[in-house]
Nanobody
């Protein structure tokens, strides 16, 4: 089992930045990739960014060039640096861990990000 806990959400003005953090615990040796998803009201959940155990990264087209996913293995942390935030980035952001490619097996509770003036 893997436990995940997100933090760092909040209210930010358009053009601003936030850094989300995800703390992992438990059987983290089984993790293949860490992911950030988001879900806006009335919309489907969207995969935002992925980082694999080999440090390969992938981003949704909507966030490329603005968001950066990173990890600190020693601290068992994954981060999502979000810059140039726009109102359409408003959503609940979830950290998720996958044990095989393309799958998210464990989820955090989510953290709200609101971009508004």
């Amino acid at each position: 089992q893997v436990q995940l806990a997100e933090s760092g959400g909040g209210l930010v003005q358009p053009g601003g930045s936030l850094r989300l953090s995800c703390a992992a615990s438990g059987s983290i040796f089984s993790i293949y990739a860490m992911n950030w998803y988001r879900q806006a009201p009335g919309k489907e959940r969207e995969l935002v960014a992925t980082i694999t155990s080999g440090d390969s990264t992938n981003y949704a087209d909507s966030v490329k060039g603005r968001f950066t996913i990173s990890r600190d293995n020693a601290k068992k942390m994954v981060y999502l640096q979000m810059n140039s935030l726009q109102p359409e980035d408003t959503a609940v952001y979830y950290c998720a861990a996958g044990t095989v490619p393309g799958r998210a097996d464990y989820w955090g509770q989510g953290t709200q990000v609101t971009v508004s003036s």
